[in-house]
């Protein structure tokens, strides 16, 4: 679908319309036509007079007027679409359409200037508050009805001195945001005529579709995959309408639920990994020999022969051409990040549900179009519903359209492999697409590398460009929406765990009272740790006086000392043993215990003065050296 210019002009309450046709480069010539020679059936005679008898006059004109007919219209508040053939014809009206008593709509063709007209009636225009009624009554007086703009020509003056775009254009660029979905057809409503014939004819459905347009007339094909091709019957659908039906599936099939979960996190499976940190490996890649064998068949046959086209009905095609190939590309890359180039019996569905190409025959003329249609099914149908996910898979396409013309082909022939044994069978696809597709891509003389270097550039930088508004599924509204709940749960669970003083200075009272009750276990573990550092302080004290040679134990006395404590144990051993004992016994051992004790004290006493005499002798004797 290629988007054409439409000429327009208010008077009063009604708009009139030029469209022209998308062949009105092909003038048509008046050429005599002998009277007993009939008319084609595909074509008409206006222009010549017709006598009594039937004879045609010698200015005739004859015209396609199945070409002519084929015409699609949906039409909106303020939105316009025409679909004429083979080209689709885009009106954005300041104006609103009175669309209440529209039950029927006359197109006059104009065979001379091959362009349509048709007049549509609009509402009256909204008076502006501080508006004046002389400058409503200027647009009155126009015919325009709607309160004149104010003057530009001073601006346009300086564009065109400085060469810079004009104003007209440069709000061109700034399409507005159209809800597609809620645009009526109204086809069925409208009647053509050809110049000034009161000979009313209706509009005809014969439209092409496949690769490069080429196919028309019913699928030939033996099974058709209901549950994926959403288009059975597409020779009677125009691409306008094959769009504007996928535009309504997936808005009734995206889920924000779904949305929800994977936009905070991917729901990755146990064991798998995730999507988002797998690195494609595109100049890696082997063909088996049934790939390689269906190669061979495939670019063996012949392509069927177009016909002769203008140049710029070819690079209308090679544009449509290219767009189908990026469609393509994009669901491959997805299914290859996802399943980390391992292939599923999922895989099937997934290349093919992910492509507008396949499911619905449609067309593209630009890659915004194809980019935001990826990224809306990319949330809406597989597994990994998640925005960034699909920039990433778009990133993938571009690496691959850069260098990845034998990976490309090997995909090609593994999708075609995998529609035509899957379950349901999907080999219309391969018929319509796929197969021409592979023969496009393996000819390097039509598909050269630096046309594929061409297209992965124009999709970076088409890609910096889409965000999400482009999308139309309210996903901004839904991130905001998440981002709130997320923060309402978080001050939830801080205000449950933040308490009053009151209640911290009670629970801080019973903590203490706990710990003073409990005290035995913080004086043994106090007694504990001054024993050893006593311990230590003694132990480094004896190894420092045997350094010295001054600190020497008697051998005997330390028997005696043994032997003193063995008979104090055995001793407290008897009175633990001996309650019944009487107070002699018990008066005579504590007597024994008390002098064995001084005993002990007294030897130590000694020792220690010996130690201190021997230590002053040692200073003498070094002082006197």
Not at 441 to 450: H, L, Q
Not at 587 to 602: F, L, P, R, Y
Request: aromatic share 6%.
């Amino acid at each position: 679908m290629l988007n054409g210019q439409i000429t327009h002009s208010f008077v009063g309450n009604t708009c009139s319309v030029v469209i022209p046709h998308p062949h009105a480069k092909e003038k048509p010539k008046p050429t005599p036509t002998p009277s007993h020679e009939p008319a084609d059936a595909c074509s008409t005679v206006v222009g010549g007079s017709i006598g009594e008898k039937g004879t045609v006059g010698a200015a005739t004109i004859h015209v396609n007027l199945d070409r002519i007919r084929n015409v699609d219209i949906f039409i909106g508040d303020n939105d316009l679409y025409f679909y004429a053939n083979v080209k689709l014809y885009r009106f954005h009206s300041r104006r609103t359409f009175d669309l209440r008593g529209l039950k029927t709509v006359l197109i006059k063709y104009d065979t001379s200037e091959n362009c349509y007209q048709l007049h549509l009636r609009c509402l009256p225009p909204v008076a502006i508050v501080g508006s004046g009624g002389n400058n409503a009554a200027a647009g009155n007086s126009s015919g325009g009805g709607v309160v004149p703009k104010p003057k530009t020509a001073r601006k346009e003056y300086i564009a065109a001195f400085l060469n810079l775009p004009k104003l007209a254009d440069t709000l061109q660029d700034k399409e507005p945001l159209v809800h597609e979905w809620k645009l009526k057809r109204i086809t069925e409503q409208c009647q053509l005529q050809l110049d000034g014939d009161e000979t009313s004819y209706k509009l005809s459905s014969h439209f092409c579709y496949g690769f490069a347009s080429q196919y028309n007339g019913p699928l030939q094909t033996s099974e058709l995959d209901k549950s994926t091709c959403r288009v059975p019957e597409p020779q009677q659908t125009s691409p306008l309408q094959r769009r504007l039906e996928r535009v309504v599936d997936e808005m009734k099939r995206f889920s924000r639920d779904q949305y929800k979960m994977n936009f905070v996190e991917l729901q990755v499976p146990a064991g798998h990994q995730n999507p988002l940190r797998y690195k494609p490996k595109i100049h890696e890649t082997s063909m088996t020999q049934e790939q390689a064998h269906l190669l061979h068949n495939l670019c063996s046959r012949l392509p069927a022969t177009p016909e002769t086209q203008s140049s710029q009905r070819e690079r209308q095609v090679q544009n449509e051409i290219d767009c189908g190939l990026i469609s393509i590309v994009l669901a491959i890359c997805y299914d290859v990040r996802t399943t980390n180039n391992d292939p599923t019996c999922e895989s099937g569905w997934t290349r093919s549900i992910l492509c507008p190409l396949f499911c619905y025959f449609e067309q593209f003329d630009n890659y915004r179009d194809v980019l935001v249609a990826f990224l809306r099914r990319v949330i809406t149908y597989p597994l990994y519903r998640n925005f960034e996910l699909g920039r990433q898979c778009v990133k993938d396409a571009i690496e691959v359209l850069k260098g990845g013309r034998n990976w490309l082909i090997n995909q090609l022939l593994l999708t075609h492999q995998q529609f035509a044994n899957g379950e349901p069978c999907r080999d219309s696809f391969n018929s319509y697409y796929l197969e021409d597709y592979i023969r496009y891509m393996s000819n390097a003389k039509v598909c050269s590398d630096e046309h594929l270097h061409l297209l992965a550039r124009n999709v970076k930088n088409v890609l910096m460009d889409v965000n999400k508004r482009h999308l139309d599924l309210g996903v901004i509204e839904i991130e905001t929406e998440l981002i709130k709940e997320l923060m309402q749960e978080m001050h939830i669970d801080a205000g449950s765990g933040s308490e009053s003083p009151s209640q911290q200075q009670s629970h801080q009272g019973d903590d203490e009272g706990d710990l003073d009750n409990d005290t035995s276990g913080q004086d043994d573990e106090t007694t504990t740790d001054d024993d050893s550092v006593i311990t230590d302080s003694f132990d480094s004290m004896d190894l420092r006086l045997i350094e010295n040679d001054v600190y020497a134990v008697d051998e005997e006395d330390e028997g005696d000392v043994d032997d003193g404590e063995e008979e104090q144990s055995e001793v407290d051993d008897d009175d633990d043993d001996d309650d019944d004992d009487d107070d002699g016994s018990n008066s005579s051992t504590t007597t024994t215990s008390d002098a064995e004790g001084n005993s002990v004290i007294e030897q130590c006493t000694s020792n220690s003065e010996a130690a201190a005499s021997a230590s002053i002798s040692a200073s003498a004797s070094t002082s006197t050296k």
